[in-house]
């Protein structure tokens, strides 16, 4: 059976997705920070008939177009989106993969008899998506580059079995699926279209930009197979509990809690997996949905520990007129092999999730933070914060050499000038003497960022043993003869 395949492209599909969320009319574009400016990366139809295009900067488009609409883009929604769209294309064959951020792929090789031949499936596709609010364009060739290439570059539509070649002859290269700077090299050639590929010989094309071109072509040809591979469905690890008459103490909600816990560790056990999310959806009769959701520091299959979590969750929850239906699923795991039960401090890191766990469900997860090392020379820059619960502590990396003080704070100037450590000066209303100095460790700032706090140049730094017992972490700048404190020793 000849091989048919359907390539499905959105041009619009953020920008649609999102007025289909949140209508809006007149002219509209999402927005991205890309190289340091916020910039248009998805536009509607009447912001690009205003002569907006993709990858202008915010300023100048709005300087155009002062009425532009505009939201930030939504990645992580899109992608979830797409999927969706996705699963639902499956209605029209089984092999359905997503090509970009953009497109979809479908392998309908002996499914478009089924829905009345190419023609009728072609045109029941696109329908459906107009109806979704979706622009879209479509066609079915024999191969996913031929098709990828006359569905965005060509006029579409369905191109009869073995009429491939004239059809991909005039497109222009980038047809092929190419980078950027394959595409310029090629161009400085004065290869533009399929048809000038073919014509040059194919040992120079190699030795000069590699076998991508040339495997693009046969791929679009069909001298190279190429595969449509979907992604693997992800597993849903959700429970639920329909109860035969409706329920509202306390007591009997955490019994049902108990059991899809049991069942839902079970299953988490099974696939090798742990949970770092859990959400509790209980259905009152009334038709309210009550939802609670909970965190952990660490991917968990206990339930023991689980429920102390949620029995917190659960006071002074409203049951209504009863719960009548409850769903538990883990919105976010973890992978949680088996391991080696060992009496080394494993216990002691779970023990410190555990205690994380408690502390961000009660505060918060972003509001739990620890220190980072940072690879950075300079003292302020020297760490990052991350969420405890989302991060992993580093070891030993408050052992630097040359060591760094216990407190560093912005840096104060001292009334003293010259190379040498000032023998007196006078600091925080105090009069201090050296009676040690070690040093100097010379700082450079970093040239590739502007930072206002180290526009006076190289820093020298000492440390200074004082005659009052603290140990002082103070600097020269050699550019401005300036001496200043920015820290102490414990």
Request: a positive charge; glycine letters at 8%; aromatic letters at 6%.
């Amino acid at each position: 059976m000849p091989r048919r395949i359907l390539s499905l492209w959105l041009p619009r599909f953020a920008s649609s997705l999102s007025l289909r969320r949140q209508p809006a009319t007149g002219c509209f574009a999402l927005t991205a920070k890309e190289r340091g400016a916020d910039r248009l990366i998805c536009l509607n139809r009447e912001a690009m008939a205003r002569g907006l295009r993709r990858g202008m900067g915010l300023a100048d488009a709005r300087a155009l177009v002062p009425d532009l609409l505009t939201r930030a883009a939504d990645p992580i929604g899109e992608r979830q989106a797409m999927d969706a769209l996705r699963r639902w294309a499956t209605r029209y064959c089984p092999w359905v993969a997503v090509e970009g951020a953009e497109g979809l792929m479908l392998d309908i090789t002996g499914a478009a008899h089924l829905i009345g031949g190419e023609a009728a499936l072609l045109d029941d596709l696109t329908t459906r998506l107009a109806r979704m609010g979706f622009e879209s364009r479509a066609a079915i060739a024999d191969t996913p580059g031929a098709a990828w290439a006359i569905g965005r570059y060509g006029q579409g539509g369905i191109v009869p079995q073995g009429a491939i070649v004239p059809r991909l002859m005039p497109l222009p290269l980038a047809a092929l699926r190419l980078d950027a700077s394959t595409l310029e090299g090629l161009e400085r050639l004065g290869l533009r279209i399929i048809r000038d590929l073919t014509q040059v010989p194919r040992a120079g094309l190699v030795r000069r930009f590699g076998t991508a071109p040339l495997l693009r072509l046969d791929q679009a040809l069909g001298n190279v197979p190429e595969p449509i591979a979907p992604a693997p469905e992800q597993p849903v690890f959700a429970v639920r509990l329909s109860l035969p008459e409706p329920i509202g103490l306390m007591g009997d909600i955490q019994a049902g809690l108990d059991r899809l816990l049991d069942r839902l560790c079970d299953h988490l056990r099974q696939a090798e997996m742990g949970a770092r999310r859990l959400l509790l959806e209980l259905s009152r009769v009334d038709g309210q949905t009550i939802q609670l959701e909970i965190g952990l520091a660490r991917p968990m299959r206990e339930p023991a520990p689980m429920t102390q979590l949620f029995t917190r969750a659960l006071e002074g929850m409203d049951a209504g007129f009863g719960i009548e239906r409850m769903r538990l699923s883990a919105i976010a795991v973890d992978a949680l092999p088996v391991q080696q039960i060992t009496i080394t401090g494993a216990k002691v890191q779970d023990d410190l999730d555990d205690l994380l766990t408690r502390l961000c469900n009660r505060v918060g997860f972003e509001h739990v933070l620890r220190y980072l090392p940072a690879d950075s020379n300079i003292p302020e820059k020297a760490f990052s914060i991350a969420p405890a619960a989302y991060s992993t502590p580093a070891r030993d990396w408050h052992n630097t050499a040359p060591p760094r003080p216990l407190t560093i704070f912005q840096p104060e100037q001292i009334a003293a000038t010259g190379r040498a450590v000032p023998r007196r000066f006078k600091w925080r209303g105090l009069w201090w003497e050296r009676v040690a100095a070690t040093g100097p460790e010379r700082i450079s700032p970093e040239w590739w960022l502007d930072d206002p706090a180290w526009r006076t140049g190289l820093r020298d730094y000492w440390r200074v043993q004082t005659d009052r017992g603290a140990r002082l972490w103070m600097y020269h700048t050699p550019q401005r003869d300036g001496w200043y404190v920015q820290g102490e020793f414990a």
